[in-house]
């Protein structure tokens, strides 16, 4: 597994399947208890709630509840990752990186992403968050390749998983989101630093 969290460099593990990630976290000495959730599959899978905590991490286990293990790459959200915007900022990144091919894949990560962002920023309405739930079905298996539908999990998975915060976003009284600094651009990422093309020393004189 590749684990991220906020303010920790992501770390490579190697467990057997079947056990529990809370198991896997306490062996790391890292805490499990002031998670809210996690990420799942890169940004493929969806968000889940603390209920991963205690599952069995193997694919059908995961399959099972509704979400997937994929390439193995879980995000914890700590207890400053408000889902709601963690869900944005991933959005974004479906919306600013698909490759424009197909009207359903760049017109819907467009619209969910704007809903989201809205949502995040307290401005949303219950008909945006009810026109989000309706296109995270409608436009499953829509596009050519799977990016769209990584998109409709991150809008479904929110939706499901964490009704409170998305109702609280929805009265702006998200407690997360009031303490906690804002996500970067790039979500999660811990130690990104743009760098310009390599020059090699040889190449450079
Ligand atoms: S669904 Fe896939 S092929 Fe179509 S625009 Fe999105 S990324 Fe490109
Ligand atoms: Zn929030």
Excluded: K
């Excluded at 990420?39 to 193997?58: C, E, Q, V």
């Excluded at 869900?87 to 017109?107: H, I, L, T």
């Amino acid at each position: 597994l590749t684990l991220t969290r906020t303010g920790q460099p992501p770390g490579l593990y190697e467990m057997p399947l079947g056990q529990s990630l809370h198991a896997l976290l306490e062996a790391c000495n890292q805490p499990a208890d002031d998670l809210h959730g996690a990420l799942l599959g890169g940004y493929f899978a969806g968000l889940i709630n603390t209920r991963i905590l205690h599952t069995s991490i193997d694919y059908d286990s995961l399959i099972a509840i509704g979400t997937g293990l994929g390439c193995g790459a879980i995000t914890l959200l700590g207890p400053q990752d408000c889902p709601v915007a963690a869900a944005a900022a991933v959005m974004a990144y479906f919306d600013r990186e698909n490759a424009g091919q197909c009207g359903s894949c760049f017109n819907g990560t467009a619209a969910m992403s704007a809903v989201l962002g809205a949502l995040r920023d307290h401005v949303a309405q219950l008909s945006d968050v009810e026109r989000l739930a309706g296109w995270s079905v409608s436009l499953r298996s829509r596009g050519a390749c799977a990016t769209l539908d990584g998109a409709t999990n991150i809008a479904a998975s929110l939706l499901h998983e964490f009704p409170h915060v998305v109702t609280a976003h929805l009265e702006g009284e998200c407690g997360v989101c009031r303490n906690a600094p804002p996500l970067p651009e790039r979500p999660f990422a811990v130690d990104y630093q743009p760098t310009g093309p390599v020059v090699s020393e040889a190449n450079s004189r």
